[in-house]
């Protein structure tokens, strides 16, 4: 399989930087590192419970 070497990369970033601009660039990076950060957190995260409309409903109909 083909891998690139450090020519090709430099090519592909030139070709990048013209493309989007280093301004876009800094967006590009800073809303990708937030996403995988998201990501990375909500795997983690235990998965919430959902609330029983059962209980909910009984409540509701007591008072």
């Known amino acids: 399989m ?3 070497g450090l020519w090709e990369l430099v090519v592909i970033l ?3 930087l013209v493309v989007f601009g280093t301004g876009k660039l800094t967006n590009i990076g800073s809303s990708l590192g937030t996403a995988i950060r998201d990501f990375k957190s909500s795997v983690k995260e235990p998965p ?4 029983e409309p059962d209980s ?4 509701d109909e007591t008072v």
Request: charged residues 45%.
């Open 48 to 51: 919430e419970r959902p609330s």
């Open 2 to 4: 083909w891998q690139p």
């Open 14 to 16: 030139v070709i990048v």
């Open 56 to 59: 909910e409903k009984k409540d």
